[in-house]
């Protein structure tokens, strides 16, 4: 038994955050472990999801638990999701742990059908109109090199990223003293 760890979640400008990861072709024992990171991660972190592009790993992982109180706990561990379809529209807020302080509405898909592989190699199909469907949006962007503020008018989108690049240099600064 491999003992868990909990990654470095990056932040923007983080320019790893921009790029598009791969599909992942080998469920090998090291894709698994990195899955078992990312959920100690999300959960470390008080997170529903987590994608690998988030903590620096070039594969289509997402990790989602999205049970609270009275919904018992269910973990999903998905390897190369996708939306299949998605119908209507849904304005909701938003936050992200890489994008610290802030939380806008961004407008999704009301209701996705997406598939994913499980730990077993096994193709999972699901449909879901609740919080579910909107999780995995924002994560499957992640994937393809998005954050939910580039989702937003330009405008909004120009005073966020200056405001992020801001806190990043204000944090390396403090590193240096
Ligand atoms: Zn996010």
């Given at each position: 038994?491999?003992?868990?760890a ?9 320019p ?8 992942v ?6 894709v698994?472990k990195?899955?078992?990171d ?7 972190s ?7 592009s ?11 638990d999205?049970s ?46 997406f598939r994913?592989?499980d730990?077993?190699?096994?193709e999972?199909v ?15 962007d ?17 005073i966020?990223?200056?405001?992020l690049?801001?806190?990043?240099k204000k944090r ?6």
């Open positions: 038994m491999s003992v868990m909990v990654l470095n979640i990056l932040k923007v400008p983080d790893f955050l921009k790029k598009k990861v791969k599909k072709q080998d469920i090998t024992p090291e698994l990195i899955l078992d990312m959920a100690e991660t999300m959960y470390y008080n997170g529903v999801g987590l994608a690998a988030q903590v620096g790993i070039d594969m289509r992982l997402v990790t989602i999205i609270n109180e009275e919904r018992k706990s269910e973990l999903l561990k998905m390897i190369n999701p996708e939306i299949m379809e998605g119908g209507g529209e849904l304005v909701m807020e938003e936050g992200c742990l890489s994008v610290p302080g802030i939380r806008d509405e961004v407008k999704r898909f009301k209701s996705v059908k994913y592989l730990t077993d190699g096994v999972r699901i449909d879901d109109d609740g919080l579910l469907a909107r999780v995995i949006q924002h994560e499957i992640h994937l393809d090199g998005i954050v939910f503020i580039d989702r937003l008018s330009p405008l909004k989108k120009a966020y990223y200056r405001r690049k801001k806190e990043a390396r600064d403090e590193l240096k003293m």
